[in-house]
């Protein structure tokens, strides 16, 4: 593997079922150190991309390395340095935690020396037989098996699914300090605040086509601020919304909201004619980005992130 | 953030011993199908054990030299008042075949459909396990359940003839005939091998396997019964075990058992190439 390579190269690739395409020309890179987010509603082809990159489905067409390695062809040199977390959990109801542990790591043919810390700091129970456990504490276990023999690259399918609010901070913080040692982490989900805490970008699937790859801090940027304001003397919300950078306004109890994107010069200047009571300005929440670009694959199509 | 210890000196993970994982997984899940059938091996054996002073005063020369028993079981006895014949009857004839073949064709169609259903699958893929090594794996465990059946009526048998006068079983002969039946369940784990490549769901899986060692000893009956029907037993697998002549008869024909195995790594190989070339389900 070249220096300059990515770790994870995904191009063109196609995966259909019949006539249905699943995924339908794909290309993305994953730099080494990065986490990645790759986001889509349900039945988008995030899990199909996944699998294909796992080699537990192939692809119609296209190619996928990860590591500088043939996912297809090299797959049992690729698969010593990936831990996997699929999307549902399951495990044999009959085994305990450790048994289930015991087995996969075995079957990963190394030993699982990050497995003491995973345990404590999920505070995974291990002694109990996995059919009475809840998705969240399989979950926990998956989180484990997924880790515990510290791989180069993860590939994680939704992995905060049923964690609860706390757990998912300390797997946020988990992954950070993994990223720190070097590793790079690939992660899908379908919603957006559990990766814009750690992602450093995202790509956006949609029908099985990417609508955009791009770095989460220029989202943030193009999402802009939601303000809130309310006036002493009588606007219209056509006054508003002619304002540059203003859009979404709505209005409720006196107040008008709306996002301004850019500069917030010129509707300074606009609210300098008027009465302000109140005004309050904040981060837009990247969520209504995500859901134009769910609904909507025309609102973007940049993909100044692939590099 | 707070660093914890895990971001300072991890040591790089060393080689862990594999061994074959994936077959004693397997097989400890099928542990109540197995353990059920070395129960009634051996409750049989002993049942036939205890109650040869009256059978062997019985005649059943009418009844079982009769083609419409011959048939039920598989084949036609000369002596049939011997404890080995009557041990024959009921654990080497095409009963036999049905149920322990049966329980084999189960076990091996339910074992990769289990693995989707539990979702220890793509689990197991995503390591550095190929799916040849993994269909190995299981296969093995099924006939691993096969040696452990085979075993369980040897010793079966043996438990008997601690308490039965005059037990004719030549111990040679009988493990020739255990031979026999095992080289039927290798076929069976084959067979069952083969619908658990394509299949998602075990139980279909497994009862798919069960019903062709069913459809194969309707098969057998038939073909038995009449001379017009004898095609049929030429092609299905029971004609080729030979386990009851073998014990009760001390007589094979020497390539049958092979046929059983030839047909048997047909099967398995056949499921092998389906497993490596097919997309696997999420659920």
């Known amino acids: 593997m070249t220096v300059q390579e990515p770790v994870i190269v995904i191009d063109n690739l196609h995966k259909s079922y019949g006539k249905v395409q699943a995924v339908k020309g794909i290309s993305m890179r994953v730099e080494q150190g990065e986490i990645f987010g790759f986001l889509g509603p349900n039945g988008a082809g995030k899990t199909t991309t996944i699998r294909c990159m796992l080699d537990v489905i192939r692809p119609t067409s296209g190619t996928l390395r990860v590591l500088g390695l043939d996912a297809q062809r090299d797959k049992m040199a690729l698969h010593q340095r990936i831990g996997y977390l699929p999307g549902d959990v399951r495990l044999p109801g009959q085994m305990t935690g450790k048994q289930v542990i015991n087995y996969f790591s075995r079957l990963q043919g190394r030993e699982p020396v990050l497995l003491d810390d995973l345990v404590a700091r999920f505070d995974v129970e291990l002694k109990r037989q996995l059919k009475g456990y809840s998705k969240g504490m399989r979950q926990k276990i998956g989180v484990v098996l997924a880790f515990m023999c510290d791989p180069d690259v993860l590939i994680l399918d939704e992995p905060t699914s049923g964690l609860d609010p706390l757990l998912q901070r300390t797997f946020n913080e988990f992954l950070l300090q993994e990223q720190a040692r070097g590793k790079t982490i690939f992660m899908s989900s379908h919603i957006m605040s559990d990766v814009e805490k750690v992602c450093q970008r995202v790509a956006v699937i949609r029908k099985g086509e990417i609508v955009t790859i791009e770095e989460v801090e220029k989202l943030r940027q193009k999402a802009g601020q939601r303000v809130t304001v309310e006036f002493g003397d009588a606007v219209s919300p056509d006054d508003l919304s002619r304002i540059p950078g203003v859009s979404m306004v709505t209005s409720h109890n006196h107040a008008y909201h709306f996002n301004v994107g850019g500069s917030m010069d010129a509707l300074i200047k606009a609210l300098s004619r008027h009465e302000v009571l109140r005004l309050q300005a904040e981060e837009a929440p990247l969520e209504e980005v995500f859901l134009k670009f769910y609904e909507n694959p025309q609102v973007e199509t940049t993909t100044t992130g692939t590099r | ?221 038939f073909g038995t019964l009449s001379d017009k029907l004898s095609w049929m037993l030429k092609i299905e697998p029971l004609y080729y075990t030979q386990g009851i002549q073998a014990l009760s008869e001390h007589s094979i024909t020497g390539w049958y058992p092979a046929v059983l195995v030839v047909a048997g790594l047909v099967c398995g190989i056949a499921g092998l190439v389906i497993f490596n070339r097919r997309d696997l389900p999420t659920t």
């Open chain 2, 1 to 221: 953030m707070a660093a914890t210890s895990i971001s300072k000196n991890i040591a790089a993970p060393k080689k862990r011993a594999r061994g074959l994982i994936i077959t004693r997984v397997s097989f400890l899940n099928a542990k109540t199908l197995l353990g059920a059938g070395a129960f009634y091996i051996l409750f049989i054996a002993l049942v036939i054990g205890f109650l040869y002073p009256t059978l062997s005063g019985i005649n059943f020369s009418s009844y079982l030299t009769s083609n419409a028993v011959a048939g039920l079981v598989g084949a036609k006895l000369k002596n049939v008042s011997s404890f080995s014949s009557l041990i024959g009857v009921e654990l080497y004839s095409s009963i036999y075949a049905l149920l322990w073949g049966g329980i084999i064709a189960f076990m091996a169609g339910a074992a990769l459909p289990a693995t989707f259903e539990n979702g220890t699958l793509d689990l197991a893929l995503a390591r550095p396990i190929s799916r040849t090594r993994y269909f190995l794996e299981l296969w093995l465990s099924a006939v691993l359940g096969a040696i452990f059946l085979s075993l369980a009526a040897t010793l079966s048998i043996w438990l008997a003839t601690l308490f039965v006068k005059n037990a004719d079983i030549d111990w040679s002969w009988l493990a020739i005939a255990e031979l026999i039946e095992l080289a039927l369940m290798f076929l069976a784990s084959g067979i069952g091998m083969f619908f658990g490549s394509f299949m998602n769901a075990s139980r279909a899986a497994g009862g798919a396997a069960f019903g062709i060692i069913a459809l194969a000893y309707l098969m057998n009956t």
